[in-house]
């Protein structure tokens, strides 16, 4: 089954890192890249960065650029999302996508979301 | 960064009836190949967003085809020919041509 599984909940106080997985499944990991999204309460989905798995080589949005690194374990076929310097206001559900990476052009895999509550 | 605005923000429906969702983007999302870059996906209640529409007008693998899309400059539409039960959500515009990708607001179509 071609699917994408994230890790759970996670409750964060204000300063502190996170780090999500994303592990994938039912179709060759280096074939695609994985991006990363987030949905924060009453806001509009926001892209973060992503990372082209086929060549280890990631890019971020200039938001996050400074707080957030993604990396993967092909021998695990797993991407992951680090996010330091947690604040109340990355309170949000964070998901990973999978979208080709020659084109760049729509995310056709989901994964079911990772909610990160940041609160002190 | 490129703004996508939707409209409108709520849409009650009656089923069987037509429905209609446009996105207006801040400057041309057509890219050098000729396709235009922007996409929409559904968000039903509690779940991931899924992919409808890419490049504009092309449907997603597995998507009924009263769901189409148009363009017209930066003008784009998500029609819904006869609405079903199960197109309840939230329905979102992004844009692909340039990082950081961009979202619209999102449409909540609700079954009068």
């Known amino acids: 089954q071609v699917q994408l599984v994230q890790s759970g909940t996670e409750v964060k106080k204000p300063g502190a890192s996170v780090k999500v997985s994303c592990k994938a499944s039912g179709y060759t990991f280096t074939n695609y890249a994985i991006d990363w999204l987030r949905q924060a309460p009453g806001q509009r989905l926001e892209w973060m960065g992503w990372?082209?798995?086929?060549?280890?080589?990631?890019d971020y949005s200039e938001k996050f650029q400074d707080r957030v690194t993604i990396t993967i374990d092909t021998s695990a076929n797993t991407a992951y999302m680090q996010l330091r310097g947690l604040r109340s206001d990355d309170t949000a559900i964070y998901y990973c996508a999978r979208m080709s990476a020659m084109a760049r052009t729509y995310f056709d895999l989901w994964g079911q979301g990772s909610l990160v509550t940041v609160s002190s | 960064d490129i703004v996508l605005t939707q409209s409108p923000l709520s849409l009650p429906v009656t089923p069987g009836e037509p429905a209609s969702i446009s996105c207006r983007s801040g400057q041309s999302l057509l890219h050098s190949n000729g396709y235009h870059y922007l996409d929409w996906y559904l968000q039903r209640p509690g779940q991931s967003p899924q992919l409808l529409i890419f490049l504009g007008s092309y449907r997603a693998s597995g998507v009924p085809d009263r769901f189409s899309g148009s363009t017209s400059g930066t003008d784009f539409t998500l029609k819904i020919s006869r609405v079903e039960a199960e197109d309840v959500g939230i329905y979102f515009c992004m844009q692909a041509l340039q990082t950081p990708f961009t979202f619209g607001q999102g449409t909540k179509l609700d079954i009068k």
């Open positions: 990372i082209d798995v086929g060549n280890d080589r990631a």
